[in-house]
């Protein structure tokens, strides 16, 4: 073997040799991440537990358009007298104010500035927002809280349909551990109607996938979908 072979033979070697090292350590590479803790996975089924059993007791927003509900009774934006002012359910007519970017307007609502939307949905489904406090609030991070808060329709709960059925409880598939402050919980959510309550069995599944974290030592919901 002449000196080039010999010096091309020796690089190859080294370089096998390189690739062979750094594979094995990440093989063998210790994990930062502790194995499941069963103390976690029985508060992870507690509280999804509890949250299951709870949102029967959450009813769902009317999926029907806000302007055709608004409608029906009367409340949402008018002009009046050449003002534009937010009719409440209350029959209070309350100012609205033009805001900086002079295209969008906000309603003078309880000494708050209130998004018309989102005032509108509100005085149109007190029920849900007033059930998620309730009900929820202690069982999800603040983080979801306000999700659903922004958006009722968000939360899996009672439909708005009394002869749909009903979430009764969550049946848990999986939990498979993220990292060491979350997991991922797999499942399904029991479906019922008052006959299944009165005869038994259930009306259906329908799967849901939940993120769980600790949150100052305590497992909550931070996810549903």
Known sequence: MNTNGLVRFIVVGMVLLLVISVGMYFLFK??????????DIN??????????????????????????????VGIGVRVVNGVKVFHAKDGQDYKMVLLSDNKNYAVMYGG???DPDNLLAAQLDPGTTEKIDSNLKRFITDRLYQKFMND??????KPADTKAPWPDTIEIDSVQKL???????NGKIILMTSLQTAEGGNAGKKPITLTVKNVDGTWLIDDVT
Do not use: C, H, K
């Not at 990292?179 to 919980?185: E, G, I, W």
């Open 152 to 157: 009722t329709s968000t939360v899996p709960g």
């Open 112 to 114: 708050d500035l209130r």
């Open 179 to 185: 990292d060491n402050t979350s997991y991922t919980v």
């Open 43 to 72: 508060a992870i089924y507690q509280v999804v537990g509890e949250f299951g059993a709870r949102l029967r007791d959450v009813p769902n927003e009317d999926p029907r358009p806000l302007a055709t509900r608004a409608a029906e």
């Open 30 to 39: 210790p994990s930062t991440m502790s194995p499941p803790n069963e103390a």
